[in-house]
């Protein structure tokens, strides 16, 4: 059981028999009267967002929600596709709940897969990916230090802001955490 004093974002609870993430949360100890925990969730089977006010001290469920490593296989009609690396099965995700994960997948990327009774519910990326560049306008030596950006397509379509000499080709790693450019990987 989990009580309003372990909030932290990330933190798995379980209201009305339906597991939320926490994303942010706020103790307020007003003059007058007890404190209380404003708290905004994500429903882990919806996607939908929940902002409730639970009294301190108030207990939780926690979810059975299990992790298990797996590996992007390819994506079709019916969605995303990944294997089980320890018993290869595979398991498909509609888009839906992928999420933005889908902008960092790439074949044979090694992911976490979320299962609240044994049933698949979302994707968990590394923190960081390599992804090659598509699209982007050529690529100007010297403009280095204006700090100026330019816009270009991924590999998997997501749109990042880049220096100006990076080039069509070249590999980037990119922060899935945020969504933009750390660095020019090595090929």
């Known amino acids: 059981m ?31 009267g007890n404190q209380f925990t404003r708290t905004k969730m994500k429903n882990m089977l919806t996607g939908s967002n929940l902002e409730k006010t639970f009294k301190s001290g108030e207990k939780f469920g926690v ?36 999420g933005d994960a889908a902008n960092y997948l790439i074949e044979n990327l090694d992911v976490t897969l979320m299962f609240f009774n044994d049933r698949a519910i979302g994707v968990d990326v590394p923190n960081s990916v390599k992804l090659k560049v598509t699209e982007t306008d050529p690529g100007l030596k010297g403009n280095t230090v204006t700090g100026a950006t330019k ?37």
């Open 151 to 187: 816009p270009a397509t991924l590999e998997t379509g997501l749109v990042v802001h880049v220096p100006l000499h990076i080039n069509e080709g070249d590999t980037l790693k990119i922060d899935t955490r945020t969504g933009e450019y750390v660095e020019r990987a090595n090929n």
């Open 63 to 98: 979810p059975d929600v299990m992790t298990r490593d797996c590996q992007y296989l390819y994506q079709d009609e019916n969605g995303f596709n990944f294997m089980d690396k320890e018993n290869y099965n595979q398991h498909n995700l509609h888009p839906d709940d992928v």
């Open 2 to 32: 989990y009580s309003t004093s372990d909030f932290k974002k990330g933190l798995k609870i379980l209201i009305d028999d339906q597991p939320y993430t926490i994303v942010d949360f706020q103790h307020v100890k007003p003059g007058k």
